[in-house]
């Protein structure tokens, strides 16, 4: 067991995988080979996929890497099949190891894989009170070996990918099960290993998101606006913008960026040079594709069906406005935040994992009835709280409303 209190000496750097760097497998040959060598493997299997995130449409998985013991690492090309359902098939039963599972999860079942078991080492060192817990701090803290990260943002759907690409993926799976027993060690020494599981399991079965409503909304610099009209102008502008991301598999912002969109909205130009000498309106396909914005913006100037300026939300206010609002919700929030806080403290580990911040603005801004310790425990669960949060912060909150704290005046 890794001491993590001791002074470490200088970590080694993990240069090459032991067993070489893996060829890329992008037939169905290979992929029944991988599969057989996976599901002959024993133990658990460190899993990882790579996007290409600012450079593609969308959010899939460009490489996944496996590596098993028993089986080996093993590269594949999701690009090259339908689905990867044979490896799905292989790790039937099988723990996945994955370093921040949800970020990777979405698009392993887009490919059709989906874990029966899950350990995330990002939230285990979460929850055991690393300090950092990106995977390559996590990696030179607890084996004393140091990764290189200059390929994380790289663009993964490039083809052929370059054998030093290859090397970064091989080795960010080499390294997840022997973290994964550290981490397991360190949150039973601390009594915390039955949180994780808790946590671990409700990422692996949390539904998918739900769309978004008004998604264009999202646009950055979008508060910058005070019109419906403009407000309608974002809307088609994005909406023309994504459709031909879509069609050409690249990302939107590659197309013309969110300023553009805000810029070109704020101005309402009538005419395409107009909005081509727009200040701020600018991209790779501003002047090429300007007659398509142009009509999107027509189009806003048409529309009877202007955007409202807000959506209605059932969201509790900001807090720095409920002593004015709702004096009864600031104390109650007042009075339970900090006490969570030093029980976070004391159990070493962030706040926000021992009760998201949102729920706790919730339930305090509009508390069950009556309060005790049932309905308080009850209204954490319906927000999404697990058991082990329910069972430590629900007293805590019970006896916080029940006798909150005066306003300071």
Same mark, same amino acid.
């Given at each position: 067991?890794t ?6 000496p ?12 893996p ?16 599901a ?8 990882d996929?790579e996007?290409?995130s ?10 996944v890497?496996?590596?098993r013991?028993?089986?080996g690492?093993?590269l594949i ?7 990867l ?11 996945w190891i ?7 999860l979405?698009?392993l079942?887009?490919a059709?894989?989906h ?10 060192a ?9 995977l390559?701090?996590?990696v ?18 490039k083809?052929p ?8 993926a ?8 022997d ?5 397991a060690?360190l ?6 290993l ?12 949390a539904p ?6 008004? !998604?264009? =909304?999202?646009?950055?610099g ?5 019109? %419906? &009209?403009?407000?309608? +102008?974002?809307?088609? *502008? ?8 879509e069609?050409r ?7 013309i960026?969110d ?5 070109a ?10 909005l081509?000498?727009?200040?701020g309106?600018?991209?790779r396909?501003?002047?090429k ?13 048409r529309?009877?069906?202007l955007p ?9 206010? !900001?807090p =720095?406005?409920w ?7 600031? %104390? &109650?929030l007042?009075? +339970?935040?900090p006490? *969570? ?8 580990l962030?706040l ?7 729920f ?5 801004w509009?508390?069950p009835?009556?309060i005790?310790?049932?309905s ?24 916080a409303?029940?006798?909150p ?5």
């Amino acid at each position: 067991m890794t001491d993590t209190s001791a002074e470490t000496p200088e970590p080694t750097l993990l240069s090459a995988p032991r067993d070489g760097v893996p060829f890329v497998i992008d037939t169905a040959s290979g992929l029944r080979r991988a599969a057989e060598a996976l599901a002959s493997g024993q133990g658990p299997a460190g899993v990882d996929a790579e996007r290409a995130s600012g450079f593609r449409y969308g959010q899939r998985a460009f490489l996944v890497q496996i590596r098993r013991e028993g089986a080996g690492t093993w590269l594949i090309d999701p690009e090259a099949f339908d689905s990867l359902a044979p490896l799905d098939e292989a790790l039937r039963g099988v723990e996945w190891i994955l370093h921040a599972a949800s970020q990777d999860l979405p698009c392993l079942a887009e490919a059709g894989m989906h874990p029966d078991a899950l350990f995330d080492t990002e939230l285990a060192a979460r929850l055991a009170g690393l300090p950092r817990v990106g995977l390559g701090a996590v990696v030179e803290q607890l084996l004393g070996l140091r990764l290189a990260k200059e390929h994380s943002a790289a663009d993964w759907s490039k083809r052929p990918l370059p054998e030093s690409w290859l090397n970064y993926a091989a080795l960010d799976v080499e390294v997840l099960a022997d973290l994964r027993e550290e981490l397991a060690e360190l949150l039973e020494e601390s009594g915390k290993l039955e949180y994780a599981l808790e946590e671990f399991e409700a990422i692996r079965t949390a539904p998918p998101a739900p769309p978004r409503q008004d !998604p264009w =909304r999202r646009t950055s610099g979008l508060h910058t606006l005070r019109d %419906r &009209r403009q407000l309608a +102008a974002v809307r088609e *502008l994005w909406h023309e913008r994504e459709a031909l991301a879509e069609n050409r598999d690249t990302a939107p912002g590659k197309i013309i960026g969110d300023k553009s969109i805000v810029a070109a909205a704020k101005a309402m130009p009538t005419t395409v040079p107009a909005l081509l000498n727009t200040p701020g309106f600018h991209g790779r396909a501003a002047a090429k594709e300007a007659p398509r914005w142009m009509r999107a913006l027509n189009a806003a100037r048409r529309s009877q069906d202007l955007p409202p300026l807000h959506l209605p939300s059932n969201s509790p206010p !900001p807090p =720095r406005v409920w002593a004015d609002k709702n004096p009864d919700a600031a %104390r &109650r929030l007042n009075t +339970a935040k900090p006490r *969570l806080a030093r029980a976070a403290e004391e159990l070493n580990l962030p706040l926000e994992n021992l009760l998201t911040p949102d729920f706790l603005r919730r339930i305090a801004w509009r508390p069950p009835t009556p309060i005790d310790p049932e309905s308080v425990a009850q209204a954490l669960r319906d927000l999404g709280a697990r058991e082990w949060q329910v069972r430590l912060a629900g007293p805590i909150i019970t006896v916080a409303f029940l006798d909150p704290d005066p306003l300071d005046t």
